[in-house]
C-alpha cells in the first residue's frame, strides 16, 4: 500500500464550482499534515497545514480523521488560478516529508 | 521576500559525470533538504541536513550522493557517478525549525537530464 494516496485526477470544473479532494495515509504514526500546491514544472508551495480539528484559510477547508487516516481539501468558488496539482504530505514526526502523487486540478471558464 | 535559489537551473550530463547542485537557502533557516522528482512522479524526499551534518537520508540517497555546506550560505548535492535513473528535478528547501513543524520553503529546481 502507498504510503499516501490521492486521485491523480484530473479534476475539470467550472469557475465558481466547489471541488474536494481526498487522500489516505498509511502509517498511523503520521503526526503532521499538509497541502501543498505544485504548478506546473514548479515548485512544491505550502497551501495549508491541516489540523485534528479541521481548519479553514479563505476558500479552502482542510480536514483529517486520524480514525480513518483520511485528509480532505475543498475548494469552494474555484478560481481559473486554481489550476494546479494538490499534493497530500504527510511527516512522522521526522525530518522527511512523504508526498503523494498529487491531484490535479483544472478550472475552466 | 526571502527565497531560496538554486543553480543550475537545468544541466545536461553525460552518464558517469560528476555533478554539483548547487543551492542558497533562506538566511535565518537552519534546516535544509534535498528532494527530487522524476517527470511525472512523486516529490521523494533525499537528505536533511542540520548543524553541519546530515540529520536523515533515505535510501535513494546512497554512496554515490553527498551534502556540503562549504561556506556557511551555499548548500550543495553532489552526484559523483551519475546514472540515467538520477534524470529528475531536484528540489532544495529550508526550514527555521526542524520536525517540519514549520513551512518548509522550495527552490525553483535544478533540472538534471542524464544522457
Known amino acids: 500500500r502507498k504510503e499516501v494516496e490521492q486521485d491523480p485526477g484530473p479534476f475539470n470544473v467550472p469557475e465558481g464550482a466547489t471541488v474536494a479532494f481526498n487522500c489516505t495515509y498509511s502509517n498511523s504514526a503520521s503526526q503532521s499534515f499538509f497541502w501543498y500546491r505544485q504548478d506546473c514544472r514548479k515548485e512544491p508551495k505550502l497551501l495549508m497545514s491541516v489540523y485534528s480539528s479541521g481548519n479553514e484559510d479563505g476558500r479552502f477547508t482542510a480536514q483529517l480523521n486520524r480514525a480513518s487516516q483520511y485528509i480532505s481539501l475543498l475548494i469552494r468558488d474555484s478560481k481559473l488560478s486554481d489550476s494546479a496539482t494538490y499534493l497530500c504530505?504527510?511527516?512522522?514526526?521526522?525530518?522527511?516529508?512523504?508526498f503523494g502523487t498529487g491531484t490535479r486540478l483544472q478550472v475552466f471558464p | 521576500e526571502p527565497e531560496v535559489t538554486q543553480t543550475p537551473s537545468h544541466q545536461v550530463t553525460q552518464m558517469g559525470q560528476e555533478v554539483i547542485l548547487r543551492c542558497v537557502p533562506i538566511s535565518n533557516h537552519l534546516y535544509f533538504y534535498w528532494y527530487r522528482q522524476i517527470l511525472g512522479q512523486k516529490v521523494e524526499f533525499l537528505v536533511s541536513?542540520?548543524?553541519?551534518?546530515?540529520?536523515?537520508k533515505s535510501e535513494i540517497f546512497d554512496d554515490q550522493f553527498s551534502v556540503e555546506r562549504p561556506d556557511g550560505s551555499n548548500f550543495t548535492l553532489k552526484i559523483r557517478s551519475t546514472k540515467l535513473e538520477d534524470s529528475a528535478m531536484y528540489f532544495c528547501?529550508?526550514?527555521?525549525?526542524?520536525?517540519?513543524?514549520?513551512?518548509?520553503?522550495f527552490g525553483e529546481g535544478s533540472r538534471l537530464t542524464v544522457l
Open positions: 528547501a529550508s526550514s527555521v525549525f526542524g520536525d517540519v513543524a514549520g513551512e518548509l520553503f
Open positions: 504530505v504527510v511527516n512522522l514526526n521526522t525530518d522527511k516529508l512523504i
Open positions: 541536513f542540520y548543524n553541519n551534518e546530515i540529520s536523515e
